[in-house]
Every structure is written in C-alpha cells, then in structure tokens.
T-cell receptor, first 113, second 110 residues
Framework: ETGVTQSPTHLIKTRGQQVTLRCSSQ?????VSWYQQALGQGPQFIFQ???????GRGNFPPRFSGLQFPNYSSELNVNALELDDSALYLC????????????FGEGSRLTVL | QKEVEQDPGPLSVPEGAIVSLNCTYS??????FMWYRQYSRKGPELLMY????GNKEDGRFTAQVDKSSKYISLFIRDSQPSDSATYLC??????????FGAGTRLFVKA
C-alpha cells in the first residue's frame, strides 16, 4: 500500500478529446511525478511538481499539462488526444529522503479510439 | 540509443532456480540505481536501491552495479511463483527524472 490513489482506473476516449487524470499523493510527500507507460515498455517521465510548481519535464508536448494543489493532490491533463496516447498513466509521490524513491499508484489506463 | 537497455524477455524458469536480470546504461553521470517490480495491472514498487557501485543484498534478492562497464544486475535466489512479474531497472542522477528500462517479464513455474 503506497498511499497513492489514482482515478479513474480505466477510461476510453476518442481522438481529439481531452482527458483529466487525478492523483492523491502519499501524506507528507510534497513532490509528485507523472509517468506514461505504453504496453510492453517502461514508464516514461512526463513531468514533476514540487509545491504546486512544475520543476522538471520530460520529452512530451505542451498538450500534456498538470496541476498540483495545496494538499499535494495533482492532475494530469491531455488535450487533443492521439491514438499513441493510449497507455497506463502512473502518478508517483517522490520520497523526500534524497533517494528519489517513487511510490506509484496503480495507474489510470487510457484507451484512445 | 536508449539511456537504459533491458531485454524484455519473457524469461521462464522453474521454481527454485536462480534468476539473473540485467540492464546496461549509457550515461556515466547516473549515480542511483533501482529495481522496481510490477505485477500485472499494478503500479511498480521499489524492490532494491543502490547508490554508486557495489552489491546490496536483501533476503533472496541481490543487486549489483558495475559502473566501469555500466552494467546493472538483479539476482533472485530460490525463485518462487510469486516472483512472477515484470522487473524494471531504473536510474537517475539525483535529479527529478528517473529513467526506466523496458522491463523484463519473468515467469516462475511451479
């Protein structure tokens, strides 16, 4: 039990639509990261938020955006969905111990038709 | 070239076998090395963590890092059917971005 919960667990969208995924972080962890995991691949870093500010971003286009709230919950928004956006989206709270350990939720599986 | 290379398998072994999982990486700046385990339909969970080179043992699991050859290994002794999962090697420089390998699917047959 990581204390990280994500919603929804599954959803289906069509090309061009927009989606919002939500994450509730582990208590005490003020840093959250989002990852995209395509089928058969490892997670790919999308971005990270620390105290409501984005402080790192991977190689994803601007239509991937996020928010972090004062209670450290967060959202991932994806606009203009493409077929290749079909993946498992993982939220992780980041350990403050300096090791960078990630505590993942179970993910939101997005299918784009 | 990917920053972290990992053979996706699948790897199938009988119960009780010793399992060896491996990754290579390209960036000598990586300092932190991890192995995550991911069961089907679950998020990854940290299994082993190593800083810089050397070995680390935890029960049936041993992680090795050889920075001179940029090689990361995970050994599982006395493998059990419950070890059947995808094993992801991962690394970072101490910054915000963790880089994962593609993951190796392991099946341990009873």
């Amino acid at each position: 039990e990581t204390g990280v919960t994500q919603s929804p667990t599954h959803l289906i969208k069509t090309r061009g639509q927009q989606v919002t995924l939500r994450c509730s972080s582990q208590s005490g962890h003020n840093t959250v990261s989002w990852y995209q995991q395509a089928l058969g691949q490892g997670p790919q870093f999308i971005f990270q938020y620390y105290r409501e500010e984005e402080n790192g971003r991977g190689n994803f286009p601007p239509r991937f955006s996020g928010l972090q709230f004062p209670n450290y919950s967060s959202e991932l928004n994806v606009n203009a969905l493409e077929l290749d956006d079909s993946a498992l989206y993982l939220c992780a709270s980041v350990s403050g111990s300096g090791t960078g350990e990630l505590f993942f939720g179970e993910g939101s599986r997005l299918t784009v038709l | 070239q990917k920053e972290v290379e990992q053979d996706p398998g699948p790897l199938s072994v009988p119960e009780g076998a010793i399992v060896s999982l491996n990754c290579t990486y390209s960036n000598s700046a990586f300092q932190y090395f991890m192995w995550y385990r991911q069961y089907s339909r679950k998020g990854p969970e940290l299994l082993m963590y190593t800083y810089s080179s050397g070995n680390k043992e935890d029960g049936r699991f041993t992680a090795q890092v050889d920075k001179s050859s940029k090689y990361i290994s995970l050994f599982i002794r006395d493998s059990q059917p419950s070890d059947s999962a995808t094993y992801l090697c991962a690394t970072h420089t101490g910054g915000f971005k963790t880089i994962f390998g593609a993951g190796t699917r392991l099946f341990v047959k009873a």
